[in-house]
């Protein structure tokens, strides 16, 4: 598998001139790292592998000489305009065990016929080797029919890996199509003028 390389300077600049500079503030710990390292990464390298690999990407991180494996462990964003501020590294083993909160991606969602997928939770908490933990679990939904839950069974995980939530645990469900609802038309009441009032009105 082609690694995905991060690379990390220390950061001398507060996190506002950082970011003028074209660099997004971040924080290097895990297992191998006695104190936090406050680092800076460009930002666009960064956004690049983001969009490509998610906010749990795998990545290894070169920093002062060493190259070390790691997860991208928290991504902040900007409220307004949703640009990564800040992001968190954990530096691991690749044979250290680890839980994580993988996301589910649903596929298929347009190809299902007159019933719609209701998602119930779109994420899975799974332990194992750092190595083997996958950036997301795709589960694809366009063959399923009215009523097919989504539950462990769908998650097509390395046998090394554990699923830590219950087992009878439910991601999704098949339902009904909602239709919007049409809202009845308004009766336009016509003004009418009866004979009397016709009569007072012509004398």
Not at 63 to 91: M, S, W
Not at 93 to 102: F, G, L, P, T
Not at 120 to 141: F, N, R, T, Y
Not at 156 to 185: C, F, H, M, W
Request: net charge negative.
């Amino acid at each position: 598998m082609e690694e995905t390389i991060l690379d990390a300077v220390e950061r001398t600049m507060q996190p506002k001139r950082c970011r003028e500079a074209g660099f997004t503030p971040g924080v290097l710990y895990g297992d191998s790292v006695t104190n936090a390292i406050t680092v800076q990464f460009e930002t666009a390298a960064l956004k690049k592998i983001l969009a490509t690999h998610g906010s749990n990407a795998k990545v290894w991180v070169k920093y002062g000489g060493n190259k070390k494996f790691g997860f991208v462990k928290e991504v902040q964003r900007h409220p307004v305009t949703a640009k990564v501020t800040h992001i968190d590294v954990f530096l691991v083993s690749q044979d250290h065990e680890v839980k994580m909160q993988i996301p589910i991606t649903f596929e298929g969602r347009d190809s299902l016929d007159n019933v719609q997928l209701q998602v119930h939770k779109s994420e899975i908490e799974v332990l194992g080797k750092a190595a083997l933990m996958p950036e997301a679990v795709v589960v694809d939904v366009s063959t399923m029919a009215l009523g097919d839950t989504i539950t462990s069974v769908n998650f097509n995980l390395d046998k090394q890996l554990k699923i830590t939530d219950s087992e009878n645990e439910v991601y999704g469900i098949i339902t009904v199509l909602r239709e919007l609802a049409v809202e009845p038309e308004a009766v336009v009441v016509a003004e009418t003028t009866t004979e009397a009032e016709a009569e007072t009105e012509t004398k």
